[in-house]
Each structure stands twice: as structure tokens, then as C-alpha cells.
């Protein structure tokens, strides 16, 4: 709960630490995940990915998983070999292959993340729509300052180099 008395600052300070916490949270919550349905993370990242929006192909995959072309490539290999996706045409354009979730690849996970989802939507609840409203908006600028933060630390992007060179 928040005091009257915090002052801004103090509320900031928390709320950068919480937030740590979170994210180190949900990381954990992830390796557990991916444990439990025999992936590593990163195979389990692009399953998710998948799961969310759809067949890809495997460069989509990289740029959204932040991996190498060989890394991504590796990965759709580890899920087609363990029978969780399979390559297929894409139908508009016949010179791109897409990586395909099976569907039962989802059932192990879709137990697991209902049950999150529910336990979300519970602490949910207690909140106003103004709340929540401004929970959304402070995520989105987060996950904005997060992508942008993320390029600037990826080494050759035009804005890490000036990093790399002490400007």
C-alpha cells in the first residue's frame, strides 16, 4: 500500500524496484515454464512468440527472439526435431517457408499460462478501470524505454555505436 506521506521521488525509487522484482519474477516464472514443457528458454521464447502471433518465418523469429540468423535457425531445428512445429510455404509469398506450431504443442503450456492468466485477472480485479487504464499506459511506455534500451545495448545497432566508442 501507499502512504499519504511518500513523496514522489520515494514512490519512483519503490516502484524502480518493484518493478526489478517483477521482472525477475516473471524471468524465474519462464525457466519453469520452459522446464516443465522440456524446452530451454529460448526454445520456449519461441514457442510463445509463435503461440501469440502466428506462423513466422525463421528471420521474423530472430529479430523478435534478438537472436543470430544461426541461433534462430537452431532453435526452429530443436522444435521440429521434438515434433512441436514443422516448416510450411507461405502461401502469398512462395519464396518464404514459416515455422508452424503443432497444435497439441500448445496443450501443456495453455494449462499452465490459464492459470496465470486467471490469478492475473484476479489481482486484476480490485482495481478501477482509471487504474487500469493508467497500469496500461505506464506498460506500454515501459515496454517502449525497454525496446529502446535493448537497442542501444545491441552491439552494430547505429545507436550502440557511439557506446562502443565512449561518446
Do not use: C, W
Not at 518464404?96 to 496465470?116: C, F, G, M, S
Request: neutral net charge.
Amino acid at each position: 500500500m501507499t502512504k499519504s506521506t511518500d513523496t514522489r521521488a520515494e514512490l519512483i525509487g519503490r516502484l524502480s524496484a518493484r518493478s526489478q522484482e517483477f521482472t525477475t519474477g516473471m524471468a524465474h516464472l519462464q525457466q519453469l515454464i520452459a522446464a516443465r514443457s522440456g524446452l530451454n528458454i529460448t526454445d520456449a521464447r519461441a514457442v510463445a512468440l509463435l503461440a501469440q502471433h502466428g506462423p513466422m518465418t525463421a528471420g521474423a523469429l530472430q529479430r523478435r527472439l534478438h537472436l543470430t540468423g544461426g541461433a534462430a535457425t537452431t532453435a526452429v531445428d530443436r522444435l521440429i526435431q521434438k515434433g512441436l512445429a514443422h516448416r510450411a510455404p507461405d502461401l502469398s509469398d512462395r519464396r518464404k517457408v514459416l515455422v508452424v506450431l503443432n497444435e497439441r504443442t500448445l496443450d501443456t503450456p495453455r494449462e499452465t499460462y490459464q492459470a496465470i492468466e486467471h490469478g492475473f485477472h484476479d489481482v486484476l480485479r480490485h482495481y478501477s478501470d482509471e487504474e487500469l487504464a493508467v497500469m496500461a499506459r505506464l506498460l506500454d511506455d515501459l515496454i517502449l524505454l525497454a525496446e529502446q534500451q535493448a537497442t542501444e545495448l545491441t552491439p552494430n545497432s547505429p545507436t550502440s555505436a557511439g557506446l562502443s566508442q565512449g561518446t
